[in-house]
């Protein structure tokens, strides 16, 4: 429930510029879509957020991300408390090989819960909330890996839920699954708009057009355009912007 | 135009290439049945529980296979902590680079060291300068050293071998690298490790030359009774018996058998390391 307020942020992988001056701020709650061409840079700004550029190196980053006035990249900054607020969830799905329980548990563990009614509360509650707990509430105890791509993909959201984040990151979550797979995590993020920010990268205009409440348009490392989804849509203040959406580009 | 069809070539060259495999195998079967040929007359139950006896002469290997198995021990010890955090420190913490590069030259190039070497570096080392003395202790420590550069070359596939998504998932949680390291990495890596440990071994169980320097006695009539005392191992034992006794040197089938027993060790060992990564490979798959 938080906002971001990005700030003049300029990324390059070693000398190669992949963000230039981004500026924007995405309001509390709702639906946030990144939209653009491969290699616009999207991935690159929603993996600036929860700071998972830092695992790359000779990535270099200026400018500054602010969650409730609080600099991201500020002198004392502890990068786990910072994922720890920001929950992510991948391209393809990335469960651990490990059972479902321990697929939820294993975050809360690490940040110090020990207790066992409390991580079984957890691990309901968390998938409950990405509607996958009628489905697996017999084989916690089951390998992850026995669940379909779309089941596996709603564990990797449920993991993400289970350390209670204010900001969810979605990286084109429905790019490796079926249509009504990709369905049911939109109806997901219907839900939890209402409870969580929630930022989604996605190549699927439709998709951002679907679910979405705002919509950022980055082109060539740049954002060209955010407003509102209808009026980016309909009324596209920049030529650049109405070229991608009706299909001209990209 | 060749004087063969293609149909032709094509059985001939696969004839040839089945011969080639023929030979690796029958390399193998025969060195087996030779040793179980020759060593027949001696392989009963009390030749491994009995001791040698007259000067290598008559008896069991008891106290050689005891020696060989406390070497075992100690290049377990040694090498698989040493080898596991090297390879990942190396494979997780190192900074791509030239330093990188300098690394794994000196890795690869360690591996190829020969093992007599290793057995001065041993003399030189831990019998010399830091005052072992000949020992169980120095010898293990020496086919330690000969292990690592196989356990970290092992440990460093399987650490590469874990996918990055799960790695990005765990630091995504809020995890920190060795939390991520420690819970996903190893675990996963940990039955390519093994195997790769338990092939060291297997090649530290058989080298002959560093125990011979650092502290393998010729013959002993007690068992090793501490790390510092001297030892016997059966490599060593073979070499023993095969030129310094008569009946040795007239194919005794004492040495036979201990070398048929030091072949049942290692490739007991070796099928025990592909059946451990046979399990875990359909655990872990990707």
Redesign the interface.
Known sequence: MSSIVVNDLNIWFDDKQALRDISMTIPEKGITAIIGPSGCGKSTFIRSI?R?ND?I?NCWIKGKVMVDGKDLYGPDVDV?????RI??V?Q?P????KSIYENIA??PR??GIKDRKQLNEIVERSLRRAALWDEVKDRLDRSA?ELSGGQQQRL?IA??LA?EPDIILFDEPCSALDPIATARIEDLLSDLKNEYTVVIVTHNMQQAARVADRTAFFYMGELVEFDDTSKLFERPDNELTEKYITGRMG | MSIFSRNARERIYFTMFRLCGGLVVLTLLMIVSYMIAGSLPVLDLSFLTEPPRGANTRGGILTPMIGTIHLMAIVFVFAVPVGVLTSVYLSEYQRKGWTSWFWNMIISNLAGVPSIVYGLLGLALFVGFIGLGRSLLASGLTLGILALPIVISASREAIAAVPRSVREASIALGATKWQTIWHHVLPYALPGILTGVILAMSRAAGETAPILLTGAAFYMSSMPDSLFSQFMALPYHIYAVATQTMAGMNGSPMVYGSALVLLALVIGMNLFAIIVRKRYQERYRW
Not at chain 1, 80 to 84: A, I, L
Not at chain 1, 94 to 97: A, G, L, M, R, T
């Open positions: 929860n998972m695992l190196p786990t408390e910072v994922r720890k929950g992510m991948f393809r990335n469960p651990f090989p294993y975050a690490i940040h890996y990797c993991r993400a350390i």
